[in-house]
């Protein structure tokens, strides 16, 4: 099921998306449609979409004041931030390493007792360690007692995560964290955890985006990471609407 909630999207983004129409089209010999979606590749491969695009799913809101914060029962960071090399014990950091950061920025406020890192285990990964181990080691290694770590158990999405740090709270009638994710992600996994019973303040690090360039030529020309923004962006859209669907199909049949 995991591995099917990876690929299925693939076929609704712009890249698997245009890929689709041109090879239909270059079948049929329909040479419209061959632009067609050579022209969506390059319309979402745009830097200047795909910002566009990220700043509607991260939204206005830049980092939150750790200050502002009220206290809670447990700061959780949310994974996705490790590379794993073999002979690197502790992995390489990739984009969303700000998320650690994040989350030991809060824990070292005084916001929470616990820090909750992710036992993050793809079935594709067999030989990987969980991510979580790693995360807390490194936490140890920075200072941060032992005692007041925790890893969930394996997941390997954000429904997992959140079904994950419930578990731990289990008990307890309306745990309150505050969730480490990048922003673009902060939308789905806010509404997941809250729609678990949990209340949220939401913490989001990892903007993607910066908010003082301007623009120039560069922004209308393709590029890698326009077409990766747009597909972070549309991602967290479809995830988004597949989740209420969801809810209201689970409501309908109660």
Do not use: C
């Not at 939204?59 to 590379?83: F, K, N, T």
């Not at 014990?89 to 989350?103: K, P, Q, V």
């Not at 954000?158 to 902060?186: I, N, Q, Y």
């Not at 806010?190 to 209340?199: D, P, V």
């Amino acid at each position: 099921m995991l591995i099917l909630h990876k690929i299925l999207p693939v076929f609704f983004l712009p890249l698997g998306l245009s890929i689709v129409i041109v090879i239909i089209g270059a079948l049929l010999r329909k040479w419209a449609m061959v632009l067609a979606g050579v022209a969506m590749l390059w319309v979402f491969s745009m830097p200047v979409t795909g910002d566009w695009l990220i700043r509607q799913v991260e939204g206005s809101d830049r980092r939150v004041a750790v200050e502002s914060l009220e206290p809670a029962d447990a700061v959780v960071v949310l994974g996705g931030m490790i590379e794993q090399v073999p002979g690197l014990h502790y992995g390489e950091w990739r984009d969303a390493a700000d998320r650690f950061e994040g989350g030991l920025e809060v824990y070292l406020a005084g916001k929470a007792p616990l820090l909750i890192f992710m036992g993050a285990k793809v079935p594709w990964a067999p030989e990987a360690r969980p991510e979580g181990e790693i995360l807390a080691e490194r936490a140890i290694q920075l200072g941060i007692s032992g005692d007041a770590l925790r890893v969930t158990g394996r997941v390997g999405n954000t429904a997992d995560e959140t079904r994950a740090v419930k578990a731990l709270f289990a008990g307890t009638e309306r745990p309150e964290v505050v969730l480490v994710t990048s922003a673009f992600h902060m939308n789905r996994a806010s509404m997941l955890f809250r729609s678990a019973g949990m209340e949220v303040q939401p913490f989001p690090v990892d903007f993607r985006t910066g908010y003082y360039n301007e623009l120039t030529l560069f922004d209308f020309l393709p590029s890698a990471g326009g077409i990766e923004n747009s597909e972070i962006a549309i991602r967290e859209i479809l995830g988004v609407l597949y989740y209420k669907i969801r809810a209201v199909r689970l409501f309908l049949s109660s």
